[in-house]
C-alpha cells in the first residue's frame, strides 16, 4: 500500500520558515524515478502546483509565486522529498500536498497523494 505521509505544517508568523517532509513507502518501482511534487490548496482556491522536483539530478521548477523563497529536494536513500519555505507571507497559508507520479514510461500511469499538511503564515 502506497502512502505519502507530510509532516512539518504549522502556524508561523510573516517571514518566518517552514520545512514540510513527505515520506514514501509502499511503491512499485523505485522512488527515485518518481516525479514528486508539492501542491497547496488555499480555502475557496483550486489546487496549484508549487514546486516539482524529477529527481536529485534534474532542476526543480516553481511557481512565480514562491521563486526565491521555497526550496524542493528529495533524499533518494530515505525516500523523503522535501520543501524549505522562507519569508513565508499570508498569502502561502494553504493546505500543501504531496504528490508522486511515474514517470512516461511507465504505464498504467500511477498518481498517488499525501492527506495534507496545514500551513498557517499570520501574526
Known amino acids: 500500500q502506497v502512502q505519502l505521509v507530510e509532516s512539518g505544517g504549522g502556524l508561523v508568523q510573516p517571514g518566518g520558515s517552514l520545512r514540510l517532509s513527505c515520506a514514501a513507502s509502499?511503491?512499485?518501482?523505485?522512488?527515485?524515478?518518481?516525479?514528486m511534487s508539492w501542491y497547496r490548496q488555499a480555502p475557496g482556491k483550486e489546487r496549484e502546483l508549487v514546486a516539482e522536483?524529477?529527481?536529485?539530478?534534474?532542476?526543480?521548477t516553481y511557481a512565480d509565486s514562491v521563486k526565491g523563497r521555497f526550496t524542493i529536494s528529495r533524499d533518494n536513500a530515505k525516500s523523503t522529498v522535501y520543501l524549505q519555505m522562507n519569508n513565508l507571507k499570508p498569502e502561502d497559508t494553504a493546505v500543501y500536498f504531496c504528490?508522486?507520479?511515474?514517470?512516461?514510461?511507465?504505464?498504467?500511469?500511477?498518481?498517488?497523494w499525501g492527506q495534507g499538511a496545514q500551513v498557517t503564515v499570520s501574526s
Open positions: 522536483i524529477i529527481s536529485a539530478a534534474g532542476r526543480p
Open positions: 509502499g511503491f512499485a518501482f523505485s522512488f527515485s524515478i518518481y516525479t
Open positions: 504528490n508522486a507520479v511515474t514517470p512516461r514510461y511507465v504505464l498504467p500511469k500511477r498518481d498517488y
